[in-house]
Structures are given as structure tokens and as C-alpha cells.
């Protein structure tokens, strides 16, 4: 079993930034792929951003790709996005998972935190 539990969410203007911030627990987090997901009221769970689990290979959905960097430190077993430029379509719950293929779809990821709010006002 993986834990995870994400922190960092808030209420920002459209062209801040924040840092959603993911840490795990349980069973080697450094074996996983680390993703970052979204989910809007309404929509589906989208993919936003994985990160191999030597940290070498990313991957972006195209909508953040830019302005989204996603990190991870093996050694404090966190995961973090940083989130420039926002606007408000980047409003959702966002989800940390914890994979072991390197995929884009959630229903392939096997461990999920509870989630962080972001808002962006205009």
C-alpha cells in the first residue's frame, strides 16, 4: 500500500502561481510513477503531469504543457507541480497517483490521494 496526501491547494487570480505538493507513504515511493490529475465539476478525471520514477521522464497534457512543472524528491518521497500562469479553466480537484507503467490513463494508476482544491478567479 501506497499513502498519499496532497497539500498546497487555494484560491488564486488568474496569472498566479502555486505548488501542489504530494507526499507518500507505505511502500517504496521511489518504484512508482507519480502522476498529477484533474477533475472538474461535471468532467471527467483528466491527466495533467507524470514524472518517471528516477525523475528523467515527464510528460505534460498539451493544455499545461509550458506552464506546469512537475518534480519529485525520492529522498523525502514527495512529489510537487508548480503551477505558473493559471487561468481559470485550471480550476478542479487535484489528484497525486502513484503508478507503475508509465501511462496518461488514471484508471492505471493504482494508489490516489484525496485530493487538493485549486481555484482561479478571474
Known amino acids: 500500500q501506497v499513502q498519499l496526501v496532497e497539500s498546497g491547494g487555494g484560491l488564486v487570480q488568474a496569472g498566479g502561481s502555486l505548488r501542489l505538493s504530494c507526499t507518500a507513504s507505505?511502500?517504496?515511493?521511489?518504484?512508482?510513477?507519480m502522476g498529477w490529475f484533474r477533475q472538474a465539476p461535471g468532467k471527467e478525471r483528466e491527466f495533467v503531469a507524470h514524472?518517471?520514477?528516477?525523475?528523467?521522464?515527464?510528460l505534460y497534457a498539451d493544455s499545461v504543457k509550458g506552464r506546469f512543472t512537475i518534480s519529485r524528491d525520492n529522498a523525502k518521497n514527495t512529489v510537487h507541480l508548480q503551477m505558473n500562469s493559471l487561468k481559470t479553466e485550471d480550476t478542479a480537484v487535484y489528484y497525486c497517483?502513484?503508478?507503475?507503467?508509465?501511462?496518461?490513463?488514471?484508471?492505471?494508476?493504482?494508489?490516489w490521494g484525496q485530493g487538493t482544491q485549486v481555484t482561479v478567479s478571474s
Open positions: 497517483a502513484a503508478g507503475r507503467i508509465f501511462v496518461v490513463a488514471p484508471g492505471l494508476y493504482d494508489y
Open positions: 507505505g511502500r517504496t515511493y521511489s518504484d512508482y510513477v
Open positions: 514524472i518517471s520514477w528516477s525523475g528523467d521522464r515527464t
